[in-house]
């Protein structure tokens, strides 16, 4: 083991990484005491890239640092780099693969989305988080804020692992009537619910998976996390990915879990602190990060009824009373594929907004970048009467329309096996709306910068690469609106009863956009496509 007393003088430890390189150990210590402890693929050769731990906390300390299973040859002194700025930061944002409508971290590994909460004017969003990698591992919870839900700034890293364990999914409330007794100033405190999960890291050997709270005073910025940890013990197995709502009816906060197996259960407190269980969830199928929320049906106010989901897009319609969730319904979604996974609800959206807000981790990879994953674009969601039943409907989050560009326009054009519509639009990023009367054709082609959707009628079926999903036309017609990234395409069908994310490899010679059918003739009533300026854009100018 090799150790280097540093004197932290500059905010950031800027570190090398080559994929595939053995695993180093690196502990901090301060007074003696482990504060941070992660393992990373160290290189002393050419890197693949670089990465950072923000010391800003150290500042004008003396931290030291330990090394175990280093194999290179240079000296620990000489193989990290100081600097009151992040390495090669140029180039954040814009690389090769970064999408340029979708949430992505700077450096490392991102996946579930967590701690989704609103807060005077801020949307927060916190995620699992590998800082040192662009593989799973080390989990910590990154942090974002954007006040549109659109453009993004990512802020220090929120929760960083401890001797209970490293931190795993959860999510996040506002306390306003001050239930935990956190707060200490004017604002009312944030608080973030989470899994600590032990075992995972050498420094929580032997300890189980428990339920954790920290807080924040400042609207998020400093967190703290809360000295009589954990609120709740392990109750079986790896249970994990707290979700919890304040239920106003029997003002009590309310706690959906992931327990093992198929199995979920929804615990009530009155200040997050004291959890009983008052209900068991057997999901078919199902296995960690549930959520539970209401909905109005049909956006009638009046009429309202509450979904339990799975994080493959599965989820249950019932009732709820404050303690016991019944279920009516169930519907499966099998059609998301690796594009869509653990999905979380914003929490804490005034009610005269009304909207419920949701996104999910894209499990896509990207080659060869720093970064590694993305986050779904910010969908509304609502609760429809189909003929199938009732049925969750995303759309896209109208904040979009502040990305929007130049626009073109088409209408009334009859598209058969000789004529196709060719557009001639050479963007990257765009936001297309269509309407289409099928008439006799028996399929209909979108083809967008070279990623060819298809819809066959006879079959009833949307298909955009390795991801299909049962579609059916209404009276003769169908409208489409697609969100087309530098790595994904987004399909929302009939105002978002089929909602297809689909994570997609660029093609940089292929730009167009082109309408055709086959085996018959169909008319393409009405298609706007609005090109996109990346949300990236001011971050890039360092605005």
Same mark, same amino acid.
């Given at each position: 083991?090799?150790? $280097?007393?540093?004197?932290?003088?500059? !905010?950031? *430890?800027?570190?090398?990484?080559?994929?595939?390189?053995? /695993?180093?150990?690196? !502990?901090?210590?301060?007074?003696?005491?482990?504060? !941070?402890?992660?393992?990373?693929?160290?290189?002393?050769?050419?890197?693949?890239?670089?990465?950072?731990?923000?010391? !800003? @906390? #150290?500042?004008?300390?003396?931290?030291?640092?330990? $090394?175990?299973?280093?194999?290179?040859?240079?000296?620990?002194?000489?193989?990290?780099?100081?600097?009151?700025?992040? /390495? +090669?930061?140029?180039?954040?944002?814009?690389?090769?693969?970064?999408?340029?409508?979708?949430?992505?971290? /700077?450096?490392?590994?991102?996946?579930?989305?967590?701690? $989704?909460?609103?807060?005077?004017? @801020? #949307?927060?969003?916190?995620?699992?988080? +590998?800082?040192?990698?662009?593989?799973?591992?080390? *989990?910590?919870?990154?942090?974002? =804020?954007?006040?549109?839900?659109?453009?993004?700034?990512?802020?220090?890293?929120? $929760?960083?692992?401890?001797?209970?364990?490293?931190?795993?999914?959860?999510?996040?409330? =506002?306390?306003?009537?001050?239930?935990?007794?956190?707060?200490?100033?004017?604002?009312?405190?944030?608080?973030?619910?989470?899994?600590?999960?032990?075992?995972?890291?050498?420094?929580?050997?032997? =300890?189980? #998976?428990?339920?954790?709270?920290a807080y924040s005073n400042d609207r998020g910025r400093t967190w703290t996390k809360y000295e009589h940890n954990p609120v709740l013990g392990n109750i079986i197995g790896n249970n994990r990915d707290p979700k919890v709502l304040w239920h106003e009816p029997t003002q009590k906060w309310v706690m959906a879990l992931y327990l093992d197996k198929n199995d979920f259960a929804l615990l009530t407190s009155p200040d997050l602190k004291e959890w009983e269980k008052t209900c068991d969830i057997h999901f078919p199928n199902g296995r960690e990060c549930p959520e539970l929320f209401e909905l109005p049906v049909d956006n009638d106010r009046n009429q309202k009824k509450w979904v339990f989901w799975e994080p493959k897009g599965s989820y249950m319609v019932g009732s709820f009373d404050g303690k016991t969730f019944i279920q009516e319904s169930l519907v499966s979604c099998n059609h998301f594929g690796p594009h869509y996974y653990a999905a979380q609800t914003w929490s804490g959206i005034p009610e005269e907004d009304g909207r419920l807000i949701q996104t999910a981790w894209s499990r896509t990879h990207l080659p060869g970048m720093p970064f590694n994953s993305f986050l779904t674009f910010p969908c509304t969601l609502s609760l429809r009467t189909t003929p199938e039943g009732l049925r969750l409907c995303y759309y896209p989050v109208k904040e979009i329309e502040k990305l929007h560009a130049k626009l073109y326009t088409y209408e009334n054009m009859n598209l058969n096996g000789e004529k196709m519509l060719q557009t001639n639009i050479e963007a990257e990023l765009l936001d297309l709306n269509a309407e289409m009367e099928v008439g006799s054709a028996s399929e209909i082609h979108l083809l967008v910068n070279g990623i060819q959707i298809v819809y066959k009628l006879l079959e009833k079926r949307l298909i955009c690469q390795d991801v299909s999903a049962s579609f059916e036309h209404k009276e003769g017609k169908v409208s489409f609106r697609v969100l087309v990234d530098r790595t994904a395409i987004t399909i929302f069908g009939n105002g978002g009863e089929l909602y297809m994310p689909v994570g997609i490899m660029p093609n940089q010679n292929t730009r167009s956009v082109d309408v055709f059918v086959r085996g018959g003739s169909a008319r393409l009533v009405s298609m706007a496509i609005s090109e996109m300026n990346s949300c990236w854009q001011a971050a890039r100018e360092g605005k």
């Amino acid at each position: 083991m090799s150790s $280097l007393k540093l004197a932290v003088t500059d !905010r950031y *430890m800027n570190l090398p990484v080559k994929n595939n390189a053995s /695993k180093t150990f690196i !502990r901090f210590y301060s007074d003696e005491s482990l504060v !941070r402890e992660f393992n990373i693929e160290l290189t002393d050769g050419e890197p693949d890239f670089w990465v950072f731990s923000d010391l !800003r @906390e #150290y500042l004008g300390q003396t931290l030291e640092v330990k $090394l175990e299973g280093y194999k290179g040859k240079t000296d620990l002194a000489d193989l990290i780099l100081l600097s009151d700025t992040i /390495k +090669n930061r140029e180039d954040i944002y814009s690389e090769k693969y970064r999408p340029q409508l979708q949430f992505t971290c /700077k450096r490392g590994w991102l996946n579930d989305p967590n701690g $989704l909460v609103y807060y005077k004017g @801020e #949307y927060h969003l916190f995620y699992q988080h +590998n800082p040192y990698g662009i593989k799973w591992g080390n *989990m910590h919870w990154g942090h974002a =804020v954007s006040e549109d839900l659109v453009h993004w700034e990512e802020l220090e890293i929120a $929760l960083y692992p401890d001797e209970l364990g490293t931190m795993f999914s959860g999510s996040a409330i =506002v306390d306003h009537h001050n239930t935990t007794g956190f707060q200490t100033g004017e604002e009312s405190p944030l608080v973030l619910i989470y899994t600590a999960a032990g075992n995972e890291a050498p420094r929580s050997k032997g =300890v189980a #998976y428990t339920q954790c709270l920290a807080y924040s005073n400042d609207r998020g910025r400093t967190w703290t996390k809360y000295e009589h940890n954990p609120v709740l013990g392990n109750i079986i197995g790896n249970n994990r990915d707290p979700k919890v709502l304040w239920h106003e009816p029997t003002q009590k906060w309310v706690m959906a879990l992931y327990l093992d197996k198929n199995d979920f259960a929804l615990l009530t407190s009155p200040d997050l602190k004291e959890w009983e269980k008052t209900c068991d969830i057997h999901f078919p199928n199902g296995r960690e990060c549930p959520e539970l929320f209401e909905l109005p049906v049909d956006n009638d106010r009046n009429q309202k009824k509450w979904v339990f989901w799975e994080p493959k897009g599965s989820y249950m319609v019932g009732s709820f009373d404050g303690k016991t969730f019944i279920q009516e319904s169930l519907v499966s979604c099998n059609h998301f594929g690796p594009h869509y996974y653990a999905a979380q609800t914003w929490s804490g959206i005034p009610e005269e907004d009304g909207r419920l807000i949701q996104t999910a981790w894209s499990r896509t990879h990207l080659p060869g970048m720093p970064f590694n994953s993305f986050l779904t674009f910010p969908c509304t969601l609502s609760l429809r009467t189909t003929p199938e039943g009732l049925r969750l409907c995303y759309y896209p989050v109208k904040e979009i329309e502040k990305l929007h560009a130049k626009l073109y326009t088409y209408e009334n054009m009859n598209l058969n096996g000789e004529k196709m519509l060719q557009t001639n639009i050479e963007a990257e990023l765009l936001d297309l709306n269509a309407e289409m009367e099928v008439g006799s054709a028996s399929e209909i082609h979108l083809l967008v910068n070279g990623i060819q959707i298809v819809y066959k009628l006879l079959e009833k079926r949307l298909i955009c690469q390795d991801v299909s999903a049962s579609f059916e036309h209404k009276e003769g017609k169908v409208s489409f609106r697609v969100l087309v990234d530098r790595t994904a395409i987004t399909i929302f069908g009939n105002g978002g009863e089929l909602y297809m994310p689909v994570g997609i490899m660029p093609n940089q010679n292929t730009r167009s956009v082109d309408v055709f059918v086959r085996g018959g003739s169909a008319r393409l009533v009405s298609m706007a496509i609005s090109e996109m300026n990346s949300c990236w854009q001011a971050a890039r100018e360092g605005k």
